[in-house]
């Protein structure tokens, strides 16, 4: 079985902007702020590559489920690009993310990630 046939590609959309330049400043190692207020080293075994990221998007474009639940949070590689596709497939998905050591192991970096000022309609501002 050809796993390329099987597995839904990401919709040729481009990502949000601010997707990609949270994602850059990640993905180029860039420390973060943590829930202490502090910048953290990220640890650079923990995130899925670019590749995997676009995978798990296009999944969940494909798919374009109501409710999606992530086990695991860390600094929030993983939820970005579920986000970016959720917005883009215009999908009215609730997304959760949970995570027992968001805070003790992983300094609240995907939290603050995820709910930046960057990902607040303008409205809710």
């Known amino acids: 079985m050809c796993l390329e046939k099987t597995v839904p590609q990401r919709p040729k959309k481009k990502m949000l ?3 990609m330049q949270k ?3 990640m993905y180029e190692k860039h420390p973060q702020r943590g829930s202490d207020g502090l910048l953290h080293e ?8 670019i590749e995997q990221g676009h995978l798990l998007a296009g999944l969940h474009a494909a798919i374009k489920p109501n ?7 860390a600094y929030g590689f993983s939820t970005l690009f579920i986000l970016d596709a959720a917005f883009q497939t215009n999908t009215n998905c609730r997304h959760v993310a949970i995570d027992p050591f968001q805070d003790s192991m992983w300094h609240g970096i995907g939290g603050l990630v995820i709910f ?10």
Not at 67 to 73: A, F, K, N, R, T
Not at 116 to 125: G, I, N, R
């Open 17 to 19: 902007e601010p997707t």
């Open 67 to 73: 409710l999606s639940v992530e086990i695991g949070l």
């Open 23 to 25: 994602l850059a400043t």
């Open 42 to 49: 990220l640890d650079s075994m923990t995130k899925i590559s």
């Open 116 to 125: 930046d000022d960057m990902w607040m309609p303008s409205s809710k501002k």
